[in-house]
């Protein structure tokens, strides 16, 4: 009886390893690897909720067409309505209970921020982050798990302040920001990119991130006499800005708004007369915009959309989310054939990655373990009549 | 003599119960288990106003978010270590509660639960309006800093190894455990007796002698300290705090609990630590599973309700809520008492 005994113990500890499970880490079994994250499903930013909602479906498609080396990937995100706090108990959540194997594209600046920590402690990979935050590409010194995907919101800041002086270097420059991280560190690149004329930013406005209007800071900017506008705001925000320009009459000669509120979905909102000329840039191809009807790769996305997210097939969040989704399929695959945390990190820092379909074309994703930034290639574009218009050509957007 | 025995026999098996919990269930587990223990904390302690003194508090949230961010502030910014931080939190909740609890005696019923829901109305506003001191909306990070017992990984207690989230389940449980036996020792005597003689005739009592101010501003400092150690101990566990940690929806939640637990039930019988354990577990379980309990429902009535759709928790936290209010009007805390008196006189 004792033998017995002794020899279904033996069976027991030795079976795991038989079967190779042992060697991965949690998350990742024979058939599926499961990866989580969290997105604003609800409240003030739930318009962000498609960069989730796009990468799953990219990943479903994935799925169908065998997998990540016979995996399918399990792509589970939670609600954290654009809060901090519910982003931590729901990462949590997932590292903890649901075991993920990695946290991808969670969406936020100071969500990103709030499991940083945490999640490097528990060495638990953080990728491409849904945020530009310059701190998730530059401090991997003591945050080696965490990296983000677009380009820098320093670097974004920058290439706006070249732009302004190139074109127009006598404007008077008023600003809307977000007062925390994310509108700090764009207002921080554009005074790198005005160099000398820093001193043209005559105004800026900052409101918190959990107030309900901007109309006052945007009467405040008018009262500045600017004659250029930028808004580095998001979701609600940026509508209500273009808003409150149009009820106030104000017409600056420049009007900026930063990439993550300037989807075409939101742009064609307020009144055209307020949104007409308005500068941003630009890295993935707009769905929305008829110029790319013939793309391969928006004609990818559309096939993709219209099988799993059939309200995202116009729309610039879900194809930000099938961007990052094709890189972390990319990542996924490199990562060999029984991935572990540490193989995947190794991965998503020797990205070398041409014709990712759902990016501009001749973007490439390429990080090395110094170089944390994957999309750092860019091109302007004008809002014209409903519709953005790229312009220029493609821009090297380092912080 | 038999009935005392009945009840240390109960107080111990649910202690007992209470100190192998980590052994069974899995690390997260725990740390939902430790949560349950904060609202413990702070439902027992609501209990002491509402129940005892008759007043009806929907700002306890805020109280929590001054323990909350007392623990935050001084381990991001002056490098205490949280656990030092505890009774501070505690302190600084408790003055604040007295100090609301002088104008709080012109106020009664309806009025006084208005006063304290505009508290916790305006309160996370006051937090964002202070942002130098509070990160206002992206709050405070805790998580690693040095201050931190065990930086998050795991803590050695006594050569045991434990991890961060059994080792938040026993600090929780330790310090609901002493706060418990705190509240009935404070509240068997005469502060206990004036107390509910103040709710059921202000006149009467006030002519018997007690002396309604004291007491009713005594009431609210206790009350709010032990929200204010609630909120400290969940800053701790969260390990990151911001004005959204401590909604609005918190004040309320936590005066459901205490009404689910059973306001007024006598400390030290049975149904007075049984009661606000089940409150405790309702706000925190229901919340988290709301949407796989609507699952479950749907497989015997068909409702067609998304279960991912935001405010579905909100919904069946509320139906449960009245369900629970239609069958035990007196709290679950009140029908254990009435059942463990009635079995206890039997074996007289």
């Known amino acids: 009886m004792r033998k017995l005994l002794l020899a279904g113990v033996l069976v027991a500890a ?71 706090s519910r982003t931590v108990q729901a990462t949590r959540q997932l ?100 160099g000398g004329r820093a001193r043209q930013l005559v105004a800026k406005a900052g409101y918190d991130p959990t107030a309900t209007d901007v109309a006052s800071q945007v009467a405040q900017l008018k009262g500045s006499k600017a004659d250029t506008f930028m808004i580095f705001a998001f979701g609600k925000f940026s509508l209500q800005a273009f808003f409150a320009m149009n009820k106030l009459g104000w017409r600056p000669k420049i009007t900026i708004v ?96 041409r014709g990712n379909p759902f990016l501009l074309p001749g973007i490439l994703v390429k990080t090395t373990p110094r170089d944390r930034f994957p999309v750092s290639q860019l091109r302007l574009q004008r809002w014209h009549k409903g519709h953005w218009n790229i312009f220029g050509k493609l821009l090297v957007a380092k912080p | 003599m038999a009935r005392r025995a009945f009840g240390l026999l109960g107080f ?18 725990a740390f939902q288990l430790a949560t349950v223990g904060i609202y413990f904390i702070a439902i027992v302690g609501l209990n002491v106003l509402t129940g005892y003194s008759g007043q ?144 059921d005739s202000p006149v009467a009592a006030a002519s018997a002698g007690v002396w309604p101010a004291l007491y009713k501003t005594l009431a609210f400092g206790i009350s709010a300290a032990f929200a204010g150690v609630a909120g400290s101990l969940l800053a701790i566990a969260v390990a990151f705090v911001n004005p959204d940690t401590f909604p609005i929806s918190l004040s309320i939640t936590l005066l459901v609990g205490a009404v689910v637990a059973g306001i007024g039930s006598v400390l030290g019988r049975f149904g007075s630590y049984v009661g606000p354990l089940a409150g405790a577990s309702l706000i925190v379980f229901l919340q988290a599973y709301a949407s796989d309990l609507l699952r479950w429902i749907e497989k015997g009535i068909p409702l067609h309700a998304d279960p991912k759709a935001p405010g579905v928790p909100a919904v069946i936290f509320g139906l449960v809520v009245i369900v629970v209010m239609l069958l035990f009007p007196a709290g679950v805390g009140g029908v254990l008492d009435a059942l463990t008196s009635r079995l206890s006189r039997r074996s007289y």
């Open chain 1, 14 to 84: 030795l079976a795991p390893t038989a079967l190779g499970a042992t060697r991965s880490d949690p998350g990742v079994d024979a058939n599926s690897i499961l990866i989580g994250g969290t997105a604003p499903l609800s409240g003030e930013a739930s318009a962000g909720a498609g960069v989730a909602r796009g990468a799953e479906a990219y990943f479903k498609w994935v799925n169908a067409h065998g997998g990540v080396n016979g995996r399918k990937i399990d792509y589970r995100y939670l609600d954290d309505g654009y809060d901090p």
């Open chain 2, 56 to 199: 009806i508090s929907l700002g306890h949230g805020a109280f929590m978010a001054i323990g909350g961010y007392t623990t935050a502030i001084l381990m991001a910014n002056h490098g205490v270590r949280d656990l030092w931080t505890i009774p501070l939190a505690a302190l600084v909740a408790g003055v604040a509660g007295f100090l609301f609890g002088i104008p709080a005696l012109r106020l009664s019923g309806l009025y006084l639960a208005l006063v304290t829901f505009g508290i916790a109305v305006s309160f996370p506003s006051l937090l964002k309006k202070f942002a130098g001191l509070t990160g206002g909306g992206r709050g405070l990070n805790l998580f690693g800093l040095p201050q931190q017992t065990g930086g998050g990984v795991s803590v050695k207690l006594a050569r045991h190894e434990l991890t961060n989230n059994d080792w938040l389940y026993y600090l929780t449980w330790t310090i609901a455990g002493v706060l418990f036996v705190l509240a009935w020792l404070f509240l068997r005597g005469q502060a206990g007796r004036a107390l509910r003689a103040l709710r």
């Open chain 2, 12 to 29: 111990l098996a649910v202690a007992t119960l209470v100190a192998l919990a980590p052994h069974w269930v899995s690390d997260f587990r």
């Open chain 1, 258 to 353: 930063n990439a993550v509120a300037s989807a075409s979905g939101l742009m064609a909102l307020p009144p055209a007369k307020s949104t007409e000329g308005a500068i941003s840039i630009v890295f993935t191809k707009d769905p929305a915009n008829p110029a790319w009807a013939k793309d391969k790769g928006v004609k990818l996305f559309q096939t993709v959309m219209r099988r799993y997210y059939a309200d995202g097939v116009k729309s610039g969040y879900a194809a930000a989310g099938a961007s990052s989704a094709y890189t972390m399929v990319d990542a996924l695959k490199k990562a060999g054939k029984d991935p572990t945390r540490a193989s995947l990190v190794n991965a998503a820092t020797h990205l070398n990655e």
């Open chain 1, 95 to 194: 590292v903890q209970q649901d075991k993920v194997f990695a946290i991808f594209n969670t969406l936020g600046t100071a969500n990103n921020l709030a499991i940083r920590s945490f999640l490097n402690q528990s060495k638990v990979p953080q990728l491409f982050s849904a945020s530009g935050a310059t701190t998730l590409g530059r401090d991997f010194g003591q945050y080696p798990y965490t990296m983000g995907y677009i380009p820098s919101y320093a670097a974004e800041g920058k290439i706006y302040g070249q732009y302004v002086v190139k074109t127009r270097p006598k404007a008077k420059i008023a600003v809307l920001y977000q007062d925390d991280d994310y509108g700090n560190d764009l207002l921080a690149g554009l005074r790198k990119g005005l």
